[in-house]
């Protein structure tokens, strides 16, 4: 099994940045892709982010392409999502997830990991 534990969440103005973290423990490999999903209150969970193993395949949701940042150190076992220039509409809890089926990394169903998520809040 594989236990994934996110950080990094608060309350921010529109305008600011958070960065958070997603550390993976158990039965891990670094060959996992990690992904970030959000789901804001009474919406479908929805795809964010996500990045390959080596971290040289990248993709984003195009509403966060320029103002979020997905990066991964193997060494630690953890991914981060640097998040700038933050909106309301951001606001929703981010979950993380590893271990994909899906070569484009984008379908939350073909993940086989989650974590419980962490509250992100962007107050305008």
């Known amino acids: 099994q594989v236990q994934l534990v996110e950080s990094g969440g608060g309350l921010v103005q529109a305008g600011g940045s958070l960065r958070l973290s997603c550390a993976a423990s158990g039965r891990t490999s670094s060959t996992y892709a990690m992904g970030w999903f959000r789901q804001a209150p009474g919406k479908e969970r929805e795809f964010v982010a996500a990045i390959n193993w080596s971290g040289g395949y990248t993709i984003y949701k195009d509403s966060v392409t320029g103002r979020f940042t997905i990066s991964r150190d193997n060494a630690k076992k953890t991914v981060y999502l640097q998040m700038n220039s933050l909106k309301p509409e951001d606001t929703a809890v981010y979950y993380c997830?590893?271990?994909?089926?899906?070569?484009?990394?984008?379908?939350?169903?073909?993940?086989?990991?989650w974590g419980q998520g962490t509250q992100v809040t962007v107050s305008s």
């Open positions: 997830a590893a271990d994909s089926r899906d070569p484009r990394l984008t379908i939350a169903t073909m993940y086989n990991y």
